[in-house]
């Protein structure tokens, strides 16, 4: 069989709802479905690999994987960010090991040889033999680091590996018109990220996939989210659909019910909602009138992820050390949420290794969002 899907696989998923096959169970188990979707689905797109907040200072560096490759983000002297592939252009060692401040330049712990932040070959000491630093056939102008081709949106670090994606505007342009339509751009221009307490990361046995799959529905809310669900009943939920995203909206969001009045709210914020959508392939969005929310989503193995969660706040007093009690019971209140719905990944996983098992069906009432998620993966993971 063929490593991707077969065309007829790839058909019956792209039926409507109500009659569509969802993905079959070797997508989320062979380890050989995950490099095709290393060259199929990751590579020519965008995905999401940190955050901007977590190199906020000039010179900070912080090491990324993605699916193996090493990458390394860093803030560069005129506070932008830039992301390298993470080696030495020498004998190809890891340059940065740990996150950290490079204070003006990054330097090899193997020979020295030394970058700058926007990634010139700085110094290549003794190269030459002890005491000369420069040999003519290394020419600094040709081995500087090398560039992942990345953009920056709402602190969200994203990177396209294949370097051939179309413009990252165009890209989050259906999603941005979204969020424009909630609010006014400027509050999202002010977001705070709350690196003390609303930083979290949870590694989970499944499927980067299935993940994905759970997020995008609400059905599952009354049985694995019964306190959630108090809060915001089914009844509440309305899917929605967009080029290259899909999600649910909660009618029945009280930002006072944990929190109180405690975050300032967006002006003109549309009633009692939150939206939650989710950018493919791998970036969650919480969207609510008094913070914010982002959880980006790492494949490792076919059946092992990293969940992180990074929560922002529209006013810069939210991080002030007196709110620090009210900030934890906000990020307290959404760790519940998702070790809930990871523990249901989890189960998936394990059901995705029985043979009696063809992929299930789809709910055209309660699974739209998902099967959406599904014809978009089927349209990139035809046969290699």
């Not at 506070?79 to 003006?104: D, K, M, P, Q």
Request: with cysteine; net charge negative; proline share 7%.
């Amino acid at each position: 069989m063929s490593i991707g899907l077969t065309n007829d696989e790839v058909a019956s998923i792209d039926r409507p709802t109500a009659t569509a096959a969802a993905l079959p169970n070797r997508a989320y188990v062979d380890p050989a479905f995950l490099e095709h979707e290393r060259t199929n689905v990751f590579g020519p797109t965008w995905v999401c690999v940190g955050t901007g907040s977590s190199i906020p200072r000039l010179g900070d560096v912080r090491p990324v994987s993605w699916l193996g490759a090493p990458l390394v983000l860093v803030r560069s002297a005129d506070g932008r960010i830039n992301v390298f592939h993470n080696v030495c252009r020498h004998r190809g060692s890891e340059l940065v090991g740990a996150a950290g401040n490079a204070g003006g330049a990054i330097r090899c712990p193997y020979h020295s040889w030394t970058y700058g932040l926007e990634g010139d070959l700085r110094a290549t000491p003794h190269v030459g033999g002890p005491g000369v630093h420069h040999l003519e056939s290394i020419d600094p102008a040709s081995c500087g680091l090398v560039p992942a081709r990345s953009a920056v949106w709402l602190d969200q670090v994203f990177v396209n590996v294949s370097a051939d994606a179309p413009p990252f505007n165009e890209f989050i342009a259906p999603l941005q018109a979204r969020l424009d339509s909630l609010a006014d751009p400027v509050w999202f221009d002010r977001m705070h990220a709350d690196t003390e307490l609303g930083t979290l990361s949870f590694a989970f046995q499944g499927n980067w996939k299935l993940c994905v799959e759970n997020n995008l529905e609400a059905y599952h809310l009354p049985w694995v989210h019964p306190n959630l669900a108090a809060l915001s009943p089914l009844e509440e939920h309305e899917m929605f659909f967009g080029d290259g995203f899909a999600g649910q909206i909660t009618r029945g969001y009280d930002h006072k019910s944990i929190t109180g009045d405690a975050f300032s709210v967006i002006d003109g914020w549309p009633g009692l909602s939150a939206e939650y959508p989710t950018l493919y392939p791998n970036l969650f969005l919480g969207l609510q009138c008094d913070h914010f929310w982002t959880r980006r989503i790492e494949p490792i193995t076919p059946d092992r992820s990293i969940d992180v969660l990074q929560i922002y706040y529209f006013d810069e007093r939210a991080l002030s050390a007196d709110m620090a009690t009210v900030r934890a019971q906000r990020t307290e209140a959404w760790k519940e949420v998702f070790t809930e719905d990871l523990a249901v990944v989890e189960g998936m996983q394990r059901g995705r290794h029985s043979p009696a098992f063809d992929g299930g069906r789809f709910s055209e009432v309660m699974d739209a969002t998902s099967h959406h998620f599904a014809r978009w993966a089927a349209q990139r993971l035809g046969a290699s």
